[in-house]
């Protein structure tokens, strides 16, 4: 057992390693810097009842600071008020087209499906898709075509500053980064042609559209829940740079909306955060969950604490790096990791069941 306590020890070094680096990375775009060119750019933007959303996202993109862009929104069977509010600002800012989708052919999920009807209308040189409750500033376009271009990327995500307003939100939101920022450095997406080091968020993707109309990856990755990684594990299989960044005060978003839904929406893709595999995700849960226990009753509880001061210091690390409260996420880390463990279990039933809502669609489905 002494060995299983000197890897816990050893796994959670790495952790803090990695959560440290990522802090030191500064892992956000560059500031405003003058572009090579300014390429044109399509801005994609997929919507499903998306009424409380969309108004305020079209008014965003129309006071960009940069005049070569198209925006294309795609209403994907909406049942609420989203087509009637795209209507109005099409007829306010000739830029904004609107698509009225058809029916979701057999063997596409529906999100995936519509990325892929966007990027046949899109005429720009840059393919951007933005989910419809992201929030975004004047520089954002410049500031990421200016990345895109000194790095000569095909692709390029960003993992925006996430919004929390409720207890529920606090509780399950900030999850998403502490997996990934404790495991994952985020300089090596880029670095490294190695899939393993794949990281993406569907709520910003840019797109080189050459590579991307040569690639056609939404059709590749149609039936994939989490298509954003796929597509990015993808790229880097055809050896293609790719990127992935943290978000700031020029592109954020409330991602969830309550507990409920934050539960609802990561559990579609919990097991997608580990490589798609059930085994890890549990091994991980089970050993963050137990690790503090075993040094105890068997190092003793100097080591415990030790421990203890670890796992405090990554989401110090992590909230710093995600400009998040630091002191939120640190005492709210009980409750945050039993919700973590509520995601995994509802996703092992969800398989078993071969049941998962999501917009009112069962994405389970083949």
């Known amino acids: 057992m002494i060995y299983f306590c000197y890897f816990l020890i050893s796994f959670l070094i790495i952790r803090l390693l990695v959560a440290f680096v990522n802090y030191l990375s500064f892992a956000y775009l560059p ?18 009842n998306e009424e409380e959303n969309i108004g305020t996202l079209l008014e965003q993109l129309s006071a960009l600071e940069y005049s070569t862009h198209e925006i294309i929104v795609y209403n994907d069977h909406s049942t609420d008020k989203t087509e009637s509010i795209v209507k109005n600002w099409e007829a306010i800012n000739p830029n904004i087209k609107l698509i009225n989708g058809g029916v979701l052919p057999k063997g596409w999920l529906g999100k995936n499906h519509a990325c892929n009807q966007l990027s046949q209308a899109a005429k720009g040189e840059i393919l951007l898709f933005l989910d419809a409750d992201v929030s975004v500033k004047k520089d954002l376009i410049k500031r990421s075509i200016s990345h895109f271009q000194k790095y000569e990327l095909h692709l390029l995500s960003i993992f925006p500053k996430q919004i ?3 207890l529920g939100e606090k509780v399950s939101v900030p999850l998403m980064n502490w997996i990934l920022l404790g495991l994952l450095p985020l300089s090596l997406i880029r670095k490294s042609k190695n899939e393993a080091f794949s990281a993406a968020n569907g709520q910003f993707m840019m797109f080189n559209a050459v590579t991307y109309k040569a690639i056609w990856p939404h059709e590749k990755c149609k039936l994939h829940r989490v298509e954003d990684i796929a ?4 790229f880097k299989q055809k050896r293609l740079t790719c990127d992935t960044r943290l978000g700031d005060n020029d592109i954020s978003c409330r991602m969830y909306v309550g507990l409920d839904a934050a539960i609802e929406g990561f559990t579609k893709n919990i097991f997608q955060f580990f490589g798609n595999s ?12 137990v690790a503090p226990f075993i040094l105890f009753f068997y190092m003793g509880v100097w080591w415990a604490t030790a421990y203890i001061f670890g796992i405090v210091a990554i989401r110090i690390f992590v909230s710093l790096a995600s400009q998040q409260s630091v002191i939120q996420n640190v005492l709210l880390a009980i409750p945050q990791h039993l919700v973590f463990l509520g995601i995994i279990i509802k996703g092992l039933i969800n398989n078993q069941r071969k049941k998962l809502l999501w917009k009112g669609r069962n994405i389970l489905q083949g």
């Open 31 to 48: 500031k405003v810097t003058p572009l090579a060119t300014a390429p044109y750019v399509s801005i994609l933007i997929p919507a499903r």
């Open 164 to 166: 929390v307003t409720s």
């Open 231 to 234: 597509i990015m594990r993808l």
């Open 278 to 289: 059930i085994l890890v995700t549990i091994l991980f849960g089970f050993i963050t969950t």
